[in-house]
């Protein structure tokens, strides 16, 4: 028989008391602030020293590791590793494994594993338990290791590049403003460098319960969605990508300006050195022009490909962080965004290292 009225109301209501109690259960675990607790790795704590200088950067000859790795990667993955793909285009996650333990031929084939899947997680690494001096020398395995221009190191390591927010510290709020209606910032790392960064490590050290998050978008599949007419177009053409809107802000919050701010051209498609994929190579964060194009032209196609890399979610992927998580990406390949979700009192805290690679190679048909 069919339920009454009255029934269905008493069930009906049930159901929504049962949904409030729910969420009040849920809203009231409150995240401590980060003033009531002190971070748990004050030795990363962001420096900053405004006289603290640097010359400019130099040429350098690279070779990609990645290019010597064994494709089975038979140090990387040995027995008792497990590797799963979190997409079918981007991103894999890898456990069993230490990267404190690895030898050389095993950082080789992690040079190729984050070329060929974008961006590897690895869950519970013993990596941030390491002395400042190991940690560097196994990343600069990958490359020279950038100094951030602007960025919060670790006093005496001007290689780390310390990422922290806390109830005191929005440096998003303050870079981009507080008015924005979404607070994602795509963009590649330092993608102004002659030789921007590839094999780039990134790992947590106080992170919120839920959020603080970061996304990754594939290039190379943001290429590869395009009509061959439109890829030919875009092949051969050049933008410029700039390091002086960063160092403008630093120096208005009285913060320091390493390297004085260059102004690079970089092909719009680059080829990946060891898997030979194009990807397209611009950037919200720095690219700001296309070379040759009027102002307006050069708008029109930088405003096309930044909505298609940021809207094709199903050629994202999202890595979140435990206690012991380490991220390794393929700078040359991906943009990334923070997701700037949690509660503002709440500590997110982080370091990257960020070995720099070749200058880009352009893609021609
Ligand atoms: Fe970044």
Do not use: C
Request: glycine share 6%.
């Amino acid at each position: 028989m069919a339920p009454s009225v009255a029934e269905v109301t008493t069930a009906a209501t049930d159901e929504i008391s049962r949904g409030i109690s729910k969420l009040q259960l849920k809203a009231e675990p409150k995240e401590k602030s980060s003033e009531e607790v002190p971070p748990s790795y004050p030795f990363y704590y962001p420096h900053f020293d405004v006289t603290e200088k640097y010359p400019p950067t130099e040429i350098f000859e690279f070779t990609d590791p990645g290019t010597r790795a064994d494709p089975k990667k038979p140090n990387l993955l040995s027995e008792g590793t497990t590797l799963k793909h979190l997409s079918p285009y981007i991103g894999s996650e890898v456990s069993g494994v230490q990267i404190s333990k690895l030898n050389k031929e095993g950082l080789d084939e992690l040079a190729l594993l984050a070329a060929e899947r974008k961006i590897v997680v690895f869950p519970n690494q013993d990596f941030k338990d390491l002395s400042p001096e190991r940690q560097i020398e196994i990343a600069r395995h990958f490359g020279p290791i950038q100094i951030h221009p602007t960025s919060g190191n670790a006093k005496g390591y001007p290689e780390f590049h310390v990422v922290y927010r806390d109830a005191g510290h929005n440096r998003f709020e303050e870079y981009l403003g507080a008015n924005r209606a979404n607070r994602t910032s795509w963009h590649s790392d330092v993608s102004y460098e002659k030789q921007p960064p590839g094999t780039t490590f990134f790992w947590i050290l106080d992170q919120p319960e839920t959020g603080g998050d970061t996304i990754f978008s594939s290039q190379v599949e943001a290429y590869n969605r395009l009509s061959p007419t439109f890829q030919k177009r875009l092949e051969g053409l050049r933008a410029v990508h700039s390091a002086v809107p960063q160092a403008e802000a630093s120096r208005r919050r009285g913060g320091p300006v390493r390297r004085e701010p260059v102004e690079t051209e970089h092909p719009l498609v680059r080829v990946h050195p060891v898997t030979g994929e194009k990807a397209l190579y611009i950037n919200q964060g720095f690219t700001k022009y296309i070379v040759g194009f009027k102002d307006e032209e050069s708008e029109y196609l930088l405003k096309f490909l930044f909505d298609h890399i940021s809207k094709g979610a199903d050629f994202h992927v999202r890595a979140s962080y435990q206690p012991g998580t380490l991220v390794v990406w393929d700078n040359r390949v991906t943009v990334h965004t923070a997701t700037n979700d949690f509660e503002k009192v709440v500590r997110r805290h982080a370091v990257r290292l960020t070995p720099q690679a070749e200058v880009p190679i352009p893609a021609t048909s």
